[in-house]
């Protein structure tokens, strides 16, 4: 898909403005936070769990080549294919070849957010192909022809009757009068058109949880069931996942699964976790002819050895944007991209380049909430930190924003001189402000003043005050 | 360019793509080979197991009560019965339970077959993999895992994976021996069995979403019911 993040100021402030999304996101609290923290203090070993994950992934991501090529030689083992596609195009390209190999007209997917990463579903159509989505909030927003908003919960930005009016323009062979008002109406609406989907489709695309380098298995977590009847009921299923999904052994996998499910939706564990190894064997009654596995990695093996390594041990559960006090206020659109909140703050300017995404990493106010939640412990808001030197080095940080910057600087850089400077500032806006208390209105403080009010400072700097109170503490002579 | 040629072709782009990209990964490790490489191979070789949750370490008895207790926690219903005997009978009750036809699909499975269906002459049996209209399935399971209250099954000729999500009902037989305490034990005894089965399918509760205002609705694709028949002598 093609980037949006250069948008992101302009797009987070109508986002900000749109009381509908405001709405939808305000159920985060209940339906992830709450559920997550209640698990979780079931599971006394949580915390240890998350530093053997930790240093499981880093221990992959240092033998990453090693790993990937046991997963391939595995998987060719068990009569599957392997293939490897550098870029978007290269993985657009394999999995179009192999639908073409098998006449193919229909393609089911699972929720995969590295095909929509690929744009893969935009080129099957002007291939010729229909791709469907069988995700419940896949399928409502590929009908409303939209992004998803977030990693687990695609259509988290929505509310009820933005998907009775999806369904009823989209569903109309159905009785127009029908009730739609529970969420159990779209689930069972969703569920009947998609079984004669699933039923008809020549291929079933999936993403990846984990590739597995002992057995050359691929694993996906849904609470849905769809992902399992995208993949057993097709001739071909297709499996698209991008090089930093590897672990090493089915023991490392039953590890991060503990954390996984427990981080992104608050379950023990979620409905289906599916091992799949190779086609369908001889004698088997059901199951696909047909196992491929594309492997992608565009831009992800040039992160390693970076600051940005980190991002590679994201295992994609979404708790960082649950708990994320931005992406709570402006969901996941404003983003522009697969991959919104914290984890796409750290990410993205690494994938699509600093030029794109360099709003991104400012996007926070860096109260450290993800990397607290990150069953992963990716340190994120300190790989935020290291694009925003980035930024400022590249330029691509506003200029006044620089200057103030530069200004500041001269002036640390003089302690005497910024001392004086910021005792003469404080004590004016302590004369200025001492009638009403604070202002709401100030010279080079539009930013802050647009949105509250400034209190007047009425004790001096911390610098004095400091010196006030060590005076204070220090111990009488007599 | 003839066919020939153009396939050629394709092929000598993906081993480079291959080979550009664990060429990528060595360059940006800044390295030939790993200074952990053994440790790899050895990691692969004994698959060691990592912390083991404190709360699967219980008793037999415990493990069974562990396990009730979780997979209710997740939406399943469980019905204990003492011997295979009664296992058909507990099918029938669970159907005329939900007001559902006295209709199911059974696993070819033997230990699924072998059972005395012909006890219940109200109940029509039928054998195979999972049709579109099947509203009811009957499977075994490799194993119950207590830490979580978790199902593990897996694929094989006589064990079609459709029958574990077409039907909107899945009856699953489980004797109590079968019970372990974590999913390490679980991969453990597949490992005994030997080759890995096509599909592995851990399965906690029935089929459900949260797609929609973060309410969960189950029934989502797979079934809205799973129920779980508890053997204690399976002997």
Same mark, same amino acid.
């Given at each position: 898909m093609k980037p949006q993040s250069h948008l992101f100021k302009e797009n987070?402030?109508?986002?900000?403005?749109?009381?509908?999304?405001a709405r939808a996101l305000n159920n985060m609290k209940a339906g992830f936070q709450d559920k997550r923290r209640a698990t979780i203090a079931k599971l006394p070993e949580f915390q240890d769990l998350r530093d053997q994950a930790r240093d499981l992934k880093n221990h992959t991501l240092e033998n990453l080549d090693f790993y990937l090529s046991r997963f391939e030689d595995r998987v060719t083992e068990k009569g599957g294919h392997v293939h490897w596609a550098r870029t978007p195009a290269e993985a657009r390209e394999a999995v179009l070849e192999i639908c073409r190999s098998v006449d193919a007209k229909t393609v089911t997917k699972g929720k995969s957010m590295v095909t929509e990463e690929i744009g893969l579903n935009d080129?099957?159509?002007e291939s010729g192909l229909t791709p469907i989505e069988t995700d419940l909030g896949e399928y409502i927003i590929q009908l409303r022809h939209e992004?998803?908003?977030? /990693?687990?919960?695609?259509? /988290?930005?929505?509310n009820k009757e933005d998907v009775a009016e999806t369904f009823r323009e989209n569903h109309t062979q159905l009785d127009p009068n029908r009730r739609l008002d529970q969420v159990q109406d779209f689930t069972d609406e969703a569920r009947? /058109?998609?079984r004669q989907k699933f039923q008809s489709a020549d291929v079933g695309i999936t993403g990846a949880n984990f590739?597995?380098?002992?057995?050359g298995s691929t694993v996906i977590v849904t609470n849905e069931g769809n992902g399992d009847l995208t993949q057993v009921l097709p001739k071909v299923h297709i499996v698209v996942a991008s090089i930093e999904k590897t672990i090493p052994t089915l023991e490392d996998s039953a590890t991060i699964l503990r954390v996984l499910a427990r981080s992104a939706t608050g379950q023990e564990y979620s409905t289906y976790t599916t091992f799949s190894t190779g086609p369908r064997r001889p004698g088997d009654l059901d199951g696909p002819e047909q196992f491929h596995v594309v492997i992608l990695d565009n831009g992800r093996s040039a992160l390693l050895g970076t600051e940005a390594q980190d991002t590679l041990r994201c295992i994609r559960c979404g708790a960082c944007m649950n708990h994320c006090p931005v992406y709570g206020s402006v969901g996941g659109h404003a983003y522009g991209w697969v991959v919104p909140g914290p984890i796409g703050a750290a990410l993205d300017p690494g994938l699509i380049g600093l030029e794109e995404a360099h709003d991104l990493p400012n996007a926070s106010t860096f109260c450290g909430k993800c990397a607290e939640v990150c069953p992963m412990k990716i340190p994120l808001p300190k790989i935020m930190h290291h694009w925003r030197v980035k930024e400022h080095e590249a330029k691509l940080s506003p200029p006044r924003f620089r200057q103030g910057l530069a200004m500041w600087a001269w002036f640390a850089r003089r302690p005497r001189l910024y001392r004086l400077g910021a005792n003469a500032a404080i004590g004016m806006l302590g004369r200025l402000g001492a009638k009403r208390g604070r202002f709401a209105k100030l010279p080079l403080a539009g930013g802050w003043?647009?949105?509250?009010?400034?209190?007047?400072?009425?004790?001096?700097?911390? &610098? &004095?005050?400091w010196a006030r109170?060590?005076?204070? &503490?220090?111990?009488s002579s007599s | 360019m003839g066919q020939a040629q153009a396939l050629s072709g394709t092929v000598i782009v993906m081993s480079t793509a291959r080979d550009q990209i664990l060429g990528g990964i060595r360059k940006s490790l800044g390295r030939e080979t790993s200074p952990s490489r053994q440790e790899a191979e050895a990691r692969l070789a004994n698959h060691p197991r990592n912390l083991i949750p404190q709360r699967a370490h219980v008793a037999v008895e415990e493990r069974l009560e562990l396990f009730v207790a979780q997979a209710?926690?997740?939406?399943?219903s469980v019905a204990r019965v003492r011997s295979l005997d009664e296992v058909p009978g507990a099918v029938s009750s669970f159907l005329a339970g939900h007001n559902l036809p006295q209709r199911v699909k059974l696993s070819p499975d033997t230990f699924i077959t072998g059972l005395d269906w012909d006890g219940q002459p109200t109940l029509e049996t039928d054998t195979g993999k999972a049709i579109d209209s099947d509203l009811a399935s009957v499977t075994g399971a490799v194993a119950g895992i207590a830490e979580t209250g978790t199902l593990m099954l897996a694929s094989g000729t006589d064990r079609p994976t459709t029958l574990n999500f077409l039907p909107d009902n899945h009856i699953v037989i489980l004797p109590a021996d079968r019970i372990v305490g974590v999913y390490e034990d679980g991969w453990d005894k597949l490992r005994q069995d030997g080759d890995l089965p096509r599909t592995v399918n851990f399965i906690t509760g029935p089929s459900r979403t949260g797609d929609i205002e973060q309410t969960i609705q189950l029934g989502a694709h797979g079934p809205r019911r799973l129920h779980i028949i508890v053997v204690e002598d399976a002997a």
């Open positions: 987070a402030k109508k986002a900000l403005n749109d009381a509908n999304l080129f099957l159509i992004l998803p908003s977030h /990693i687990i919960a695609p259509a /988290i930005h929505l009947a /058109i998609l590739l597995i380098a002992e057995t003043t647009a949105h509250r009010d400034l209190p007047a400072p009425s004790r001096g700097t911390f &610098q &004095q005050q109170h060590k005076r204070s &503490q220090a111990p | 209710t926690a997740a939406a399943a």
